[in-house]
């Protein structure tokens, strides 16, 4: 267990449970001490397996939000299907279990005293550090938009109040008006995201505003699951949403967000009754105040252990690595957590290390009963996580089998969800 220096601390968050207000000084005293910043899909994932798995090891979860609302089905909550509550989960089973959290944003890693420092002064100290810190926006990307601007037209891409304020956009869009979606470059946090949304918001104004129409503007020429997402909206949406890919004016290079206007590489400025903009990404900014991002703004991997190949003792998973051919997902965040968490009881209490393999599925619901998905599996190489074979939706599915698919990907989500949080 973790001992207290230099003063006590004041409270717990919740009684009876190992969730912790911030002390000033956290040394633990075991056969190692794992400290795990994020407590998302990969960072939840790591701190419950290393626990479960070496329980005589001191595990630290570091998490800003007392809560974690998941971004997988936050488009079911802006398309009605799904409310906030459902996709709300709580901590405190985690801490039951033995793991230390602590809700608290870490502000700084100091990677040769192998200490994490909390915003409120807090040192906490590790053998073993997993960063799993999801992604950050690159602000200055688009000229005019930054955090005040995604007040006004959200990002909901770190799932919360931005969702909630999208839903809220694009239930009071006015009648007939025009909703413009920006698409991130790549590479970026759940290839589909942005596509399954657009289905999302389709099927709002379906419902209730059927003359509105849908602009996304992509830098990029092609995206993910792209035949099969035009077929959802030829079949569901019909006449609706316009897609804009990079060498047709796709490229954003300014937003007003007071004027809702969105001006494109080729000087146009298209007005906006409502609008998603979706901004470059990088690794959460704790990776690089860490020192473990490259050039590229991501953290590169062995592939064999998720371990950094830049900073020592210190273990990368999820969005903010450089994840190979997966893509950067919460099934993905899920599978390279579990590969970490063998890998971090391997170093501390020499362990079995298999050889790592991953997996990933990525479900889209366009519509009520209609889900499509693609997938792969992996396994490490030298070089990076690479794929070994995948499959993918077909276009012309037929409806009972789109259902079948709707109904495996709830499966998938509650388990995904128990298998972190439970
Ligand atoms: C609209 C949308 C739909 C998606 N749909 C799917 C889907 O259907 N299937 C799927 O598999 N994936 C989906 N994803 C992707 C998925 O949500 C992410 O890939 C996944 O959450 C990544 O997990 P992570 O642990 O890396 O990051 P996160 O889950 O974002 O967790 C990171 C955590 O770290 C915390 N944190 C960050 N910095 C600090 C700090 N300094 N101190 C303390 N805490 C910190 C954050 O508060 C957060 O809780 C979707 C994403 C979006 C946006």
């Known amino acids: 267990m973790i001992n207290i220096t230099r003063r006590r601390f004041g409270q717990t968050a919740a ?33 419950k397996y290393v626990k479960k798995d070496a329980p005589d090891l001191d595990v630290t979860l570091i998490e800003a939000n007392a809560q974690y609302t998941t971004c997988f089905y936050s488009n079911l909550y802006i398309g009605g299907i799904r409310d906030l509550d459902s996709i709300t989960h709580s901590y405190d089973t985690m801490a039951g279990n033995g ?25 906490v100290e590790y053998d073993k550090l997993v960063l799993a810190p999801g992604i950050d926006f690159k602000w200055d990307a688009i000229e005019g938009y930054d955090e005040a601007a995604a007040d006004i037209m959200p990002h909901a891409y770190k799932a919360g109040p931005q969702t909630k304020l999208l839903k809220e956009k694009v239930d009071a869009m006015a009648e007939g008006g025009t909703f413009v979606m920006v698409a991130p470059p790549n590479p970026y946090r759940c290839p589909p995201g942005p596509y399954e949304r657009v289905c999302m918001i389709a099927k709002r104004f379906k419902e209730s505003n059927p003359t509105a129409k849908i602009m996304i503007l992509d830098p990029k020429e092609k995206h993910s699951k792209q035949a099969l997402f035009q077929e959802a909206w030829d079949n569901h949406y019909e006449g609706m949403v316009e897609w804009v890919p990079g060498d047709f004016g796709g490229k954003v290079t300014a937003i007003d967000a007071t004027a809702m206007t969105i001006t494109t590489e080729d000087g146009e400025a298209v007005k906006a009754d409502a609008a998603n903009i979706i901004p470059p990404q990088k690794a959460g900014t704790i990776a690089e105040i860490a020192g473990a991002t490259d050039d590229t703004g991501w953290c590169p991997i062995d592939a064999h252990t998720m371990a950094s190949t830049v900073v020592d003792d210190v273990y990368v998973v999820g969005d903010a690595c450089i994840p190979g051919d997966m893509p950067k997902s919460g099934f993905s965040a899920n599978s390279q957590a579990k590969v970490c968490a063998m890998a971090v009881r391997n170093a501390l209490t020499g362990s079995d290390l298999f050889p ?39 276009v012309g599915e037929s409806a009972d089998l789109r259902l079948q698919t709707r109904e495996e990907a709830d499966g998938w989500y509650d388990s995904i969800t128990a298998d972190i949080f439970s």
């Open 15 to 47: 009684a009876g449970s190992a969730i912790l207000a911030a002390p000033s000084i956290l040394r633990a005293q075991s056969a190692g001490r794992v400290v795990v910043i994020g407590g998302g899909a990969g960072g939840g994932t790591v701190a």
């Open 99 to 123: 793991v230390n959290v602590i809700n608290a944003m870490a502000s700084g890693v100091d990677a040769g005293a192998k200490t994490v420092t909390l915003e409120d002064g807090t040192v």
């Open 356 to 394: 790592a393999r991953f997996r990933n599925t990525c479900w889209s619901t366009v519509a009520d009963e209609d889900t499509m998905k693609v997938g792969a599996s992996y396994e490490a190489t030298d070089e990076k996580i690479a794929k070994t074979e995948g499959f993918i939706s077909e």
